[in-house]
């Protein structure tokens, strides 16, 4: 695959996957992934759209800079729709539903919104992540305990049980979480204290805002996220994890961004 790049307003490059033809749709994964995470709803998008699957900075191909603020990734992705003709439509998955998010309200130029699953948790939905989530990331970041940082992500964050965990250290796809493991640190920084931002009233943009019933306090998300928008609709995919499979999210959003 041909990576190709856009320059951001700070000099970073930031790589994507282009495919297909169309109006455009631009990809945001989060957590310790890159565009591979969304390759496969990509793929099926491409059939009636232009696809721009990118890597967040810090992750896969693009760079990354020496100090961070989320506004670094704001202006990375007006970088990708400024490439893209200037409009798009937008989709983050999880907390890249987050970003996506807050980039609409600091003013990127998202044409329509589409959301999956946003791990905003609401008081009493779920035991609350550690008060000092991103400050323990940082300290395991000094001391080169990358795979100490996924863990805290999936047990601390994601809410896995750690004998779950444990396990998938020796699994194939660990080492890749772990060269990116830095990146949530940026993915904390930009969620903050994970309730639903300010603001999201004022926020007009078209948003589908999609989840799987699957999981009690996601689903409390959705439903208060969508009522904090005044421009959002809300739909379930029975019985898919937060682990879509593509095939099942890939028509609901060539509908809306159709």
Do not use: C
């Amino acid at each position: 695959m041909n990576m190709q790049t856009v320059v951001s307003k700070d000099g970073t490059e930031i790589a994507y996957d282009r495919s297909g033809s169309g109006p455009v749709i631009i990809m945001m994964a989060a957590g310790p992934t890159d565009h591979w995470a969304l390759a496969g709803i990509a793929e099926l998008l491409s059939e009636d759209f232009t696809v721009f699957n990118y890597d967040r900075r810090g992750r896969g191909d693009s760079g990354d800079s020496a100090s961070y603020a989320p506004e670094r990734e704001y202006e990375d992705l007006q970088a990708l729709i400024t490439e893209a003709g200037g409009d798009a439509r937008v989709f983050g998955s999880s907390g890249g539903g987050i970003l996506a998010l807050k980039a609409a309200a600091w003013g990127a130029d998202i044409g329509r919104l589409a959301i999956w699953e946003a791990p905003f948790i609401l008081e009493g939905s779920r035991p609350p992540v550690r008060a000092d989530y991103r400050q323990n990331l940082e300290k395991l970041l000094t001391e080169n305990r990358r795979g100490d940082m996924i863990e805290s992500f999936m047990v601390d964050a994601v809410g896995m049980p750690v004998e779950f965990v444990t396990p998938m250290r020796d699994a194939p796809f660990w080492p890749s979480m772990e060269r990116i493991a830095h990146t949530l640190i940026y993915d904390a920084t930009i969620i903050g204290d994970w309730s639903l931002p300010a603001g999201l009233p004022e926020l007009t943009v078209p948003t589908l805002v999609l989840e799987g019933g699957t999981t009690p306090w996601l689903t409390q998300s959705a439903e208060a996220l969508t009522q904090a928008l005044p421009a959002a609709r809300h739909t379930v995919l029975p019985g898919q994890t937060h682990d879509v499979e593509a095939t099942a999210i890939a028509p609901q959003l060539a509908e809306f961004f159709s």
